[in-house]
């Protein structure tokens, strides 16, 4: 009888009875169990990371080992070890009594409770030939009950024909049961997952189960090289669980030439001599993505220096982040007009973002000014961020009322700057404050529409020019798989704005809103968006809710509808079209009023979109058809 199984333990565990494992002929031993291997199905999640297992997934499954006393060894288990034959001994005597009747079986060893339970496993019976392949198979359900550590039968011939004795040698009685090596996973939560009872006969199939239980959980939380590496029970029934967590031992960067290495690498969720976890791999992996300076991110998973650990290597491909752009054109009111632009959202490799603008006309009075804006992330380890605004511009405004009919165009300057200080509460949410001190003022009117003539109501120009100054609090949840085009996640803010403080204008402006992005099937994605705000106080006309254009109700021109309350909800489907260009279906409703929660009447649009994705960002082009026809909508930059 040569079957495998009893060159080794079923239930991949040796339990000790005093003696040491090694002192039982044969070499019972642990078997490996494929289905203890350290990378399991959980890594399947996340296809990046598979690599990490390679040498991970060749791992055997704990064995059971015995813990002897210095100077004494255990009768029982030396006896058994004295007696027990060999087995090509048991496999020789097996074959001649092949064909044989099975006249009674009996058990040796085992008590009441378990040789119940090995009986029940049998599947050869009295009053059956003896196969060689029954025997197997009842050998291997009697050891599968979990409660024996060695067994092999014997045979006595009487003229009827044989009497089959399993002669067994249970478990040891289970006093105690400890864990070590645990840090990422409290210990009460462990033995939580631990069924084998103290006071008890050792289970060594519950046992197996537990050990399951307790590499299933470190998976479940993204531990995935985690796994338990000794099972020890000593003479006075304590059993021992050991458990490697598995360590990330350190990170290596390739790809980078533009950006340096401490930028990336302050992305990391997870520091060098921590378990590693799949879970903040993934993450660390969105956060470099996110920064928006690298067209592809790629992990791989190397074997570390010591046991159970990995490297973590982040390949990375960069795109352009700098742009230089000029541009020029005539119109008959300003003349000639030019425009300068240069920006870099990965300044000097450092991560930092710059930006700078500047516009001109040939009229002294018309379009000039310059937009300067500048970004610092991690200002500290906290990871504070610090963006400082500042501008002076004059421009010209074009203004329409709710039907879309021509009100007026003048030309409006604003100076100022602003600067907002922002810094992460959790690993999704952070905490914005703003404070902006802006200026407007009226220039002039370049165009007379069905509003009239303002610049001679000096009320007007009262109530909507002059000095803001304000502080915005703002929270903001973003859960987004990549921000740039998220296909799972949601973006939740609440924004509360105070305005006085000296300035010519005292208000409150609160706005709450929410998006979710939701996967269907491989590449489409459902978005549902929704939107509320409210003001009171002192407003100017540029600092009230606007409704209309390419970020809010497409179909209606810019700022189409204006008031103290604002309501948005949009419903968008996307799906790819051929490589970097997606497809859009959407359908906007919302506006804008001045009193009560609800208006009497909002405005709603459907319409087709066309996104690409190219060097210098997203660029997406829009057409909506509501109320009043049909508007063609273009950006550069991400939408909702």
């Known amino acids: 009888m040569n ?22 002929p044969h070499g019972f031993a642990a078997e490996e169990n494929a289905e203890t291997a350290v990378m399991s199905a959980a890594a399947a999640d996340a296809p990046a990371l598979r690599d990490a297992a ?29 007696k027990r034959p060999a087995e090509n001994e048991i496999s020789n005597y097996l074959a001649a009594q092949v064909g044989k009747t099975i006249v009674e079986i009996n058990f040796t060893g085992a008590t009441e409770a378990t040789e119940k339970a090995a009986r029940a496993a049998l599947a050869m019976h009295v009053g059956d030939a003896v196969t060689e392949e029954g025997l197997v198979k009842d050998r291997d359900a009697i050891y599968a009950t979990g409660y024996f550590y060695d067994l092999y039968p014997m045979f006595e011939q009487i003229p009827e024909g044989v009497v089959l004795t399993y002669n067994v040698l249970e478990n040891p009685e289970l006093k105690e049961v400890k864990i070590e090596g645990n840090t990422v996973e409290s210990t009460e939560t462990l033995m939580g997952l631990v069924t084998v009872k103290n006071g008890e006969l050792l289970n060594a199939r519950t ?6 239980a307790i590499q299933e959980k470190y998976r479940a939380d993204g531990y995935i090289l985690a796994k338990i590496t000794d099972l020890n029970i000593a003479q006075d029934g304590t059993l021992t669980i050991k458990i490697s967590e598995g360590v990330l031992e350190g990170y ?31 993450r660390s992996m969105q956060r470099v993505y996110n920064l928006g300076f690298f067209e592809d991110v790629n992990v791989k998973m190397n074997p570390g220096v010591e046991p159970n650990a990995v490297i973590m290597e982040l390949d990375v491909k960069e795109k352009r982040t700098g742009s230089f752009g000029i541009g020029a054109g005539y119109s008959s009111s300003d003349g000639m007009v030019g425009t300068v632009s240069v920006s870099d959202t990965n300044f000097r490799g450092m991560g930092d973002t710059i930006s700078i603008s500047y516009e001109m006309s040939g009229d002294d009075t018309d379009a000039r000014g310059y937009t300067f804006m500048y970004r610092r992330p991690w200002l500290d380890k906290k990871e504070t961020a610090g963006t400082l605004r500042v501008y002076n511009r004059t421009y010209e405004y074009d203004d329409y009322d709710e039907n879309g009919n021509h009100k007026e165009s003048f030309m409006r300057k604003y100076s100022g700057g602003e600067f907002t200080l922002s810094r992460p509460m959790s690993e999704y949410s952070t905490n914005f404050v703003t404070l902006r001190n802006r200026k407007d003022k009226y220039v002039k009117h370049t165009e007379i529409g069905n509003a009239g003539d303002r610049s001679r109501n000096s009320g007007w120009i009262h109530d909507n020019f002059g000095t803001t100054r304000s502080i915005t609090l703002e929270h903001v949840t973003d859960t987004r798989d990549n921000i740039y085009e998220p296909t799972t996640g949601a973006r939740a803010s609440l924004s509360a704005e105070f305005a006085g403080f000296g300035g010519d204008f005292s208000y409150q402006k609160y706005i709450a809103g929410d998006a979710h992005y939701l996967k269907a099937g491989r590449a489409q ?47 968008e489907y996307r799906f790819p079209i051929v490589s970097k260009v997606t497809g859009a279906l959407f359908t906007d409703y919302g506006g804008a009023w001045t009193s009560g929660f609800m208006p009497e009447h909002l405005h709603g649009s459907v319409g087709i979109g066309l996104g690409l994705n190219t060097p210098i960002g997203p660029l997406r082009l829009d057409y909506g058809r509501g109320s009043q026809g049909g508007r063609v909508h273009f950006r550069v930059g991400g939408t909702f």
Do not use: C
């Open 525 to 571: 994605v459902f978005v549902i968006r929704g939107q509320y705000g409210i003001s009171k106080g002192t407003i100017s006309e540029y600092s009230q809710f606007r409704v209309g254009g390419q970020d809010t109700i497409r179909g209606y021109r810019e700022d189409q509808f204006r008031g103290t309350r604002m309501a948005l909800a949009s419903l």
């Open 54 to 82: 390679t040498d991970a997934d060749a791992a055997a499954a704990p064995a059971l080992t015995a813990t002897a006393a210095p100077s004494t060894s255990d009768e029982r288990a030396a006896a058994w070890a004295a």
């Open 3 to 24: 079957s495998k199984k009893y060159q080794r333990l079923t239930l991949a565990v040796a339990l000790g009875m005093g003696a040491s494992a090694l002192a039982l």
């Open 252 to 282: 290596k960067v390739k790809g980078n030439k533009k950006t340096k290495e401490h930028v990336i690498l302050r992305e990391m969720r997870q520091k060098v001599g921590e378990p590693f976890n799949a879970n903040q791999a993934r």
């Open 207 to 212: 046992l197996q189960e537990n050990v399951q």
